[in-house]
């Protein structure tokens, strides 16, 4: 898997233990990568090492194995930062997920610096977890939450967003990808014209981390949050990238060890960012884990990945539009990596259970996102998302089975 | 390795599907006596149940609306239909009778015998995530026709 290179998902599915293994008596065709990635040998290999001949805490231990461990995880912070083109270390913090990230944000920064009056805006396709923690930091501090709309095809409407925003708008919450519609969002675009407003701008980038090259700088965040487990990594794990100067102005998101410079009764000193966000002894493993993953993506090339996945994702709607029932909810011009849809008025729920004895997991439901379903008046959709390992044969087997429901429901 | 199919076609029965397809008794009651909402937030069923109880403790109508999966809806329907007629009692009964027939560990020849008709439902216990769906409706009936409102 050389850079640039013949991409080989033959021999990339091989690196990936789970691939192999049977779902019903049916080769796994596994669609849920929206949700939770499944995991090359290098990671296992790399948390089950730490674990046998390596494990040790960090940042505490005057012996060799704890200052081994402290390296590496220092040395995870360098990956993250050069896979984010991130400018210091310092401004990668490790969090729980992506969810851990944005609630970080809203806590430690929204509470110190949203006020009465002031404006939160975020969009019509967020997940909950880019929701309702600015739903709870606007009303404790009677702000104002504000939602970009978005069109019938899942397209923000860029046009409503430049006239929402005023000086009274302290933050704009976007995510990158969506993850009920597949939108991939103007992000630069957005964040340029949130800091001409005077406001910050976060992305949520769960998704968008998995699917194409992230800058942070030349995509002007202020902050970016995403999680492990959707590039390969381990789960508990994720990664806030913020600005050092925002950073710095923060308060403490957690209180108590490793986040100190010295404590007495009287009065404590925080320590400098990263470790002022970083309380109690981290997900050392996991950390090391997800140093492995990112390694594992980067070495295959994000952009390598970025254009194969769009190759699935257009045979997907190629042979999917083919099948009787089919309606896609989300169309955006500018998508990627999955397609989510309805079969008929077959309930998602009856889709997905017969996908699964077909060996195809897909997601049914309204993917943590309700307003996006309300929007599109469904209770509900059937999501096929794709990963750097899925295959054009997997998409067959998806239109295959979902021939099979549409025989049952006849 | 077992063939897919049986255990499918065990679940999405020829009765259940053809509920699915024409629900009864779907419809609105103006002026219930009894009435609860049912909703699942995980997967999105949803379901008004509706009911006329007379002073003698009698179900004499019912009705539903909402949306849901398959196993959801026809289950519903099959409520309507056997609820009507019976006292509220009766009904709760049955509705103990089923939630059983579809939780327990394991699955004796009386416990199918007293859900009747619903038996059908067994093929569900074979998917758990699906279990809640089947009850659903029957626990809305339960919050309806409380034990309280049952009279001899």
Known sequence: MTRGGVYDVGKIRKDFPVLSRKMNGRPLVYLDNAATAQKPACVIDTIQKFYREEYATIHRGVYSMSQEATERVDAVREICRRFLTAERTEEVLFVRGATEAINLVAAAWGRKFVGKGDEVIISAIEHHANIVPWQRVCAEKEAVLRVIPVNDRGELLLDAYRQMLSDKVKMVAVTHMSNALGTVNPIRQMARLAHGAGALFLADGAQGIAHQKVDVRDLGCDFYAFSSHKIYGPTGIGVLYGKLAHLESMDPYQTGGDMIESVTFEKTTFAKTPRKFEAGTPAIAEILGLGAALDYVGALGIERIEAYEQQLLETAIRKLSQIPGVRFIGTAAERAGLVSFLLGDIHPHDVGTVLDQEGVAVRSGHHCAQPVMNRFKVPATVRASFGLYNTVEEIDALADALGKVGKIFA | ?152
């Open chain 2, 1 to 152: 390795m077992s063939h897919p199919e049986p255990k499918l076609s065990h679940l999405y029965q020829e009765v259940i599907l053809e509920h699915n397809r024409s629900p009864r008794n779907f419809k609105e009651i103006p002026n219930p006596t009894h009435y609860s909402h049912g909703h699942n937030a995980l997967c999105g069923d949803d379901y008004h149940l509706y009911f006329i109880v007379d002073a003698g403790g009698v179900i004499r109508d019912v009705g539903f609306q909402g949306a849901g999966c398959a196993i959801s809806k026809s289950s519903a329907s099959m409520l309507t239909g056997l609820v009507k007629g019976k006292t509220v009692r009766e009904a709760l009964e049955l509705k103990n009778r089923f939630v059983e027939f579809m939780t327990s560990d394991g699955l004796s020849a009386p416990q199918k015998e007293a859900v009747g008709r619903l038996a059908l439902f067994e093929g569900v216990r074979e998917f758990p995530v699906r279990v809640k769906c089947a009850t659903l409706s029957w626990h809305a009936l339960g919050d309806a026709l409380k034990e309280g409102d049952a009279r001899p």
